[in-house]
């Protein structure tokens, strides 16, 4: 099977500086998948401070090239459209920016913050292809499951308050690299939509005192 996809002149290319740098160029086309709209901001954060940690993913989906699965043990990788940004980083900084857009926490902790964080969002991407095994029902495919732990005491104990696997395939609409790229961005989009969701029905654990007591 050919999954060679087309090129767009809309996406990113290094063909220009390659010329001016009179390099032959590579014809790589790099793709970032964008923030999801999430609404209007809740008027009052629900959760104090969480902190994102990197993604883990799938080993077999690490790397920025675009993967193929052409059957139920072959892949293809396509080293002419890669994302800009490894995909654990990319969808690490995606979420910690959604979560922050959504209101529900007072503060998205950034790595370099010294603050000890009330929560903790862990995530576990375990699918992240372009599923090509049925050649007239292309589809993007993205899973990954949350774990949102509380850190009651501000200690190393953390209790998980939270956690729950969000799939998603959405068909490509035609065999191009920028179709496989907009229906993984609305894959990814629906799994944050249902997460917010989610987060925004959960009741928050009281608060807990250095002397092990709960207030409201």
Not at 198 to 203: E, G, H, P, S, W
């Amino acid at each position: 099977m050919n999954t060679r996809l087309k090129l767009f002149p809309a996406a990113l290319t290094v063909t220009l500086l390659a010329a001016c740098l009179g390099k032959q160029p590579l014809d790589i086309t790099y793709y970032s998948l964008t923030v999801p709209a999430v609404g209007q901001p809740v008027a009052d954060p629900k959760f104090g401070s969480v902190f994102v940690r990197d993604f883990y993913l799938n080993p077999n989906y690490e790397d920025k090239n675009f993967n193929y699965r052409t059957g139920d043990l072959t892949y293809e990788t396509d080293f002419y459209h890669q994302f800009k940004l490894s995909p654990r980083a990319q969808l690490t900084s995606l979420t910690r920016d959604t979560l922050r857009n959504s209101g529900l926490f007072k503060t998205v902790l950034m790595p370099e913050s010294s603050q000890v964080s009330d929560y903790a969002l862990v995530a576990d991407v375990s699918q992240f292809y372009a599923d090509f095994r049925n050649p007239q029902n292309p589809r993007a495919t993205l899973t990954i499951n949350f774990n949102l732990s509380h850190n009651p005491k501000k200690g190393l104990e953390r209790p998980i308050l939270f956690s729950k696997t969000y799939s998603e395939s959405i068909p490509i609409a035609k065999k191009t690299a920028d179709n496989v790229a907009t229906s993984w961005n609305t894959a990814y989009a629906g799994i944050m939509n249902q997460l917010l969701q989610d987060l925004t029905a959960l009741t928050p654990p009281p608060s807990v005192e250095p002397d092990g007591n709960a207030t409201k």
